[in-house]
């Protein structure tokens, strides 16, 4: 066994795991999982650069992080970074304090390879069986850019896009720096159509349209916290519980439903729901929106809801 560390710092947030890998079978043993939300892209979309307070929480994070590592004994560690630092023109001042503090440099991946690692991830414990079939189309909803991943034993096709739930947030619900709510039926439209546009562009390289229909084969498979939240809300839950959320069966019906329910509920009635993080409380309305978009696309009637995602596939290929 060799005990090993992931980072995945995205958009929205940062995320740790911590696991036992065993190198002949690839299996993960968790030891231990957290999150934290510290809005890394806070307007990189407008200003092409991270922001110093942006920065400073995400560093608050990896020093937390930093300890639980080295408590842990992790032997070997690899970080990743994904939407916002691929945008960033400063995104080398990320790199120096990710070094500092965990002593490890980030990887700042392509999108293809964000697909490859979370396709991993969410299917590799899928894979054979019966109740969720292969071929899958993964897609993970992120805070800045979203993730189209087609295979069955192995990826055949992969697309990142730029729509995800801060983005599309700042991009079209903020007026004179504040985020209006509930949006307007103009602004929910503008998010249509950056979506539509965004689907048409990964559709060159991934089949999405009638991808999820029965005779076409395909289980939808989502990733991320857009994703989790709207099944926690779905499930009726009085608390976030990931292990009542992994796996669940959400329906094309049900998403339909929660996406015109948050659209028109105000910050303070989404801050009520019990399985909602607070830093999703101001952009879980577009991240509904995209998967809902994703699942009328792709003709799925229901999407399977992974807690498994790109943590896992770095995990595995650290192993």
């Known amino acids: 066994m060799t005990r090993v560390a992931a980072v995945d710092c995205g958009t929205n947030s940062i995320r740790l795991l911590v696991a036992d890998a065993d190198p002949a079978t690839g299996e993960l043993i968790e030891l231990d999982r957290r999150m934290k939300i510290v809005r890394l892209g806070q307007g990189v979309d407008r200003t092409g650069r991270l922001a110093p307070e942006a920065l400073e929480r995400t560093f608050a994070a990896c020093r937390e992080y930093a300890e639980v590592v080295a408590e ?28 500092e503090i965990l002593g490890v440099e980030p990887e700042v991946i392509t999108g293809d390879q964000e697909a490859e690692f979370s396709f991993t991830g969410a299917t590799k414990e899928l894979t054979g069986h019966d109740h969720v079939a292969g071929p899958y189309l993964v897609v993970d909803i992120g805070g800045g850019s979203t993730e189209f991943v087609e295979g069955g034993d192995r990826v055949r096709a992969a697309r990142s896009v730029d729509i995800g739930c801060v983005r599309l947030t700042e991009r079209h619900l903020m007026v004179d720096g504040r985020i209006t709510d509930p949006p307007t039926e103009d602004q929910i439209a503008a998010i249509r159509a950056d979506v539509e546009r965004a689907l048409d562009l990964a559709e060159h390289t991934v089949p999405l349209s009638r991808a999820c229909r029965p005779a076409d084969g395909h289980a939808l498979v989502g990733l991320a916290g857009s994703v989790t939240t709207v099944a926690g809300i779905a499930l009726g839950l009085k608390e976030y519980d990931s292990s009542a959320i992994h796996h669940s069966r959400i329906t094309l019906g049900q998403v339909r439903e929660i996406t015109g329910r948050l659209l028109r509920s105000s910050h303070a009635e989404r801050a009520e729901i019990p ?45």
Not at 77 to 97: L, Q
Not at 293 to 308: L, P
Not at 309 to 315: A, C, N, P, W
């Open 72 to 99: 842990l004994g992790a032997e070997r560690v690899r970080f990743v970074a994904t939407s916002a630092s691929r945008d960033a023109e400063n995104r080398e001042e990320f790199v120096r304090g990710v070094v």
């Open 275 to 319: 399985v909602m993080h607070p830093g999703r409380v101001d952009v879980i309305g577009a991240g509904a929106l995209i998967l809902l978009s994703i699942m009328e696309r792709t003709g799925a009637e229901e999407v399977v809801v992974s807690e498994h995602d790109i943590l896992d596939g770095l995990g595995w290929s650290i192993a």
